[in-house]
């Protein structure tokens, strides 16, 4: 396929039946949300947990020191908001001030739904603390907001390349027979429906700048889109390669490549221009708490050790991606058929995804932690769907289309077992092994 033929490939609009179906999606996202939080079912290890909490807490952090506590050191923060526990924090010497590990990103995309907390409490009276219940479910919601947002971006890209068919089966496959869900529901605050919104938006953008390659302000977007989804989680730069690399097929496409940002080298500067003062606020708080305008937060941890845990993440009971989600098979199955059929997403995808999976097992805590599935891999959904959709609908024949769905069935229920018993405290990916992980199935069946 040549690039003419690429990029006359327009984006289409998205069908009625995608409309309703993406709205029935957004009604179960609701329904589980709220059905979670007020009936008793966000339980882990027994405790009763609120919307902000682990990482999300510490995302919201900015937020409340910046804006209530108007302190900017996150002494007061310390004091007030963590009950002594300040895991999560790191305390530097020299300037007496603390700085959480996470980055500022996910507070500047929860920020319209603070103010609307805000405005909200001054009315009614309620609390003005920023933890009360509205700004705990206005938090919730935003990241409900933002991932559902993106299901709507990725539904019309798959457009440009699936059958509505396709399309459905695939959404359907990516949210339930893999960890997403939970990470929309019971963990909507932690970064993943963030990340995963701006992956998409990022591949949205991206084929635009490249059908039409006069509009500048796709330019400024991609600095912007870039700065904001490596803000949400550092490791997220590797999205750049979506840029650089699709719509290259072959050795010619890429040598054309080099050539076009030779030719547009203004329009590069303006990325990276973009892209640097999208950082700078952050590297600004670094400044501030640390005296240095660029650290590692992440002192106490390595993010390169050697050999790296591949087999681990990708196949243990603590945590392995293939494990918690073998719906993904698929998609590992689908990267032949993406290269035949959607080549100009192959190399991006390829290369994310290798990269992803390479700086997760390299890691020193490489299973990320008490979660449920592998959470590093969640924003990388956006893109893994693309070669489970060629997969889908490389597929002709009727007996190999009944046997693929009954697997899909199958893991879909298969996860959403194992949600549900996540949920309830009854397992762990946190320090499981797969003696640990049968006994406590085994007993579930017990009477």
Same mark, same amino acid.
């Given at each position: 396929?040549?690039?003419?033929?690429?990029?006359?490939?327009?984006?289409?609009?998205?069908?009625?039946?995608?409309?309703?179906?993406?709205?029935?999606?957004?009604?179960?996202?609701?329904?589980?949300?709220?059905?979670?939080?007020?009936?008793?079912?966000?339980?882990?290890?027994?405790?009763?947990?609120?919307?902000?909490?682990?990482?999300?807490?510490?995302?919201?952090?900015?937020?409340?020191?910046?804006?209530?506590?108007?302190?900017?050191?996150?002494?007061?923060?310390?004091?007030?908001?963590?009950?002594?526990?300040?895991?999560?924090?790191?305390?530097?010497?020299?300037?007496?001030?603390?700085?959480?590990?996470?980055?500022?990103?996910?507070?500047?995309?929860?920020?319209?739904?603070?103010?609307?907390?805000?405005?909200?409490?001054?009315?009614?009276?309620?609390?003005?603390?920023?933890?009360?219940?509205?700004?705990?479910?206005?938090?919730?919601?935003?990241?409900?907001?933002?991932?559902?947002?993106?299901?709507?971006?990725?539904?019309?890209?798959?457009?440009?390349?699936?059958?509505?068919?396709?399309?459905?089966?695939?959404?359907?496959?990516?949210?339930?027979?893999?960890?997403?869900?939970?990470?929309?529901?019971?963990?909507?605050?932690?970064?993943?429906?963030?990340?995963?919104?701006?992956?998409?938006?990022?591949?949205?953008?991206?084929?635009?700048?490249?059908?039409?390659?006069?509009?500048?302000?796709? !330019? =400024?977007?991609?600095?912007? @889109?870039?700065?904001?989804?490596? %803000?949400?989680?550092?490791?997220? *730069? &590797? +999205?750049? #390669? /979506?840029?650089?690399?699709?719509?290259?097929?072959?050795?010619? !496409? =890429?040598?054309?490549?080099? @050539?076009?940002?030779?030719?547009? %080298?203004?329009?590069?500067?303006? *990325? &990276? +221009?973009? #892209? /640097?003062?999208?950082?700078?606020?952050?590297?600004?708080?670094?400044?501030?708490?640390?005296?240095?305008?660029?650290?590692?937060?992440?002192?106490?941890?390595?993010?390169?050790?050697?050999?790296?845990?591949?087999?681990?993440?990708?196949?243990?009971?603590?945590?392995?991606?293939?494990?918690?989600?073998?719906?993904?098979?698929?998609?590992?199955?689908?990267?032949?058929?993406?290269?035949?059929?959607?080549?100009?997403?192959?190399?991006?995808?390829?290369?994310?995804?290798?990269?992803?999976?390479?700086?997760?097992?390299?890691?020193?805590?490489?299973?990320?932690?008490?979660?449920?599935?592998?959470?590093?891999?969640?924003?990388?959904?956006?893109?893994?769907?693309?070669?489970?959709?060629?997969?889908?609908?490389?597929?002709?024949?009727?007996?190999?289309?009944?046997?693929?769905?009954?697997?899909?069935?199958?893991?879909?229920?298969?996860?959403?077992?194992?949600?549900?018993?996540?949920?309830?405290?009854?397992?762990?990916?946190?320090?499981?092994?797969?003696?640990?992980?049968?006994?406590?199935?085994?007993?579930?069946?017990?009477?």
């Amino acid at each position: 396929m040549n690039n003419e033929s690429i990029y006359s490939r327009k984006f289409q609009n998205i069908s009625l039946l995608l409309k309703i179906f993406l709205i029935f999606i957004l009604i179960v996202i609701l329904i589980t949300y709220f059905s979670l939080y007020f009936n008793g079912y966000t339980y882990y290890s027994g405790v009763n947990i609120p919307v902000i909490h682990s990482d999300a807490s510490r995302y919201y952090s900015y937020i409340v020191s910046f804006l209530i506590l108007k302190d900017l050191s996150f002494n007061k923060y310390i004091e007030n908001y963590t009950e002594g526990n300040i895991r999560g924090f790191v305390y530097y010497n020299n300037t007496g001030n603390y700085l959480p590990k996470q980055t500022i990103g996910v507070a500047v995309m929860v920020l319209p739904f603070f103010f609307i907390a805000y405005l909200f409490s001054m009315i009614f009276s309620y609390s003005m603390d920023g933890i009360s219940l509205l700004f705990q479910h206005a938090y919730g919601l935003s990241g409900i907001f933002y991932g559902f947002l993106g299901l709507i971006l990725l539904a019309k890209i798959l457009k440009k390349f699936f059958t509505d068919k396709v399309i459905i089966f695939s959404i359907i496959a990516i949210i339930f027979g893999t960890n997403l869900f939970h990470y929309l529901t019971f963990e909507s605050g932690f970064s993943h429906s963030f990340s995963l919104f701006l992956i998409i938006l990022l591949l949205y953008i991206t084929i635009k700048w490249y059908e039409n390659k006069e509009a500048y302000r796709h !330019s =400024l977007f991609l600095g912007l @889109i870039l700065g904001l989804v490596t %803000l949400v989680r550092p490791t997220n *730069i &590797i +999205a750049v #390669f /979506i840029l650089l690399f699709y719509g290259i097929t072959n050795f010619k !496409s =890429l040598k054309e490549r080099i @050539i076009f940002f030779k030719e547009n %080298l203004h329009k590069v500067a303006i *990325i &990276i +221009a973009t #892209f /640097i003062l999208s950082f700078l606020p952050q590297m600004i708080i670094w400044k501030i708490g640390s005296g240095k305008w660029i650290i590692n937060p992440y002192q106490d941890e390595k993010l390169f050790t050697f050999p790296p845990h591949l087999i681990e993440v990708l196949f243990s009971v603590r945590a392995g991606l293939l494990f918690w989600s073998p719906i993904l098979i698929f998609s590992v199955i689908g990267f032949y058929y993406l290269k035949k059929k959607n080549n100009e997403l192959f190399f991006p995808i390829l290369i994310f995804s290798i990269l992803n999976l390479l700086i997760i097992a390299s890691t020193t805590r490489w299973w990320y932690g008490a979660s449920f599935g592998h959470r590093g891999f969640v924003e990388s959904y956006s893109l893994l769907i693309f070669p489970m959709a060629s997969f889908f609908s490389a597929v002709r024949l009727k007996k190999v289309k009944i046997t693929i769905f009954i697997f899909g069935i199958l893991f879909i229920c298969y996860s959403l077992f194992q949600m549900y018993l996540f949920w309830e405290a009854k397992i762990s990916a946190d320090n499981a092994t797969f003696d640990f992980y049968l006994k406590k199935i085994l007993n579930l069946f017990k009477f």
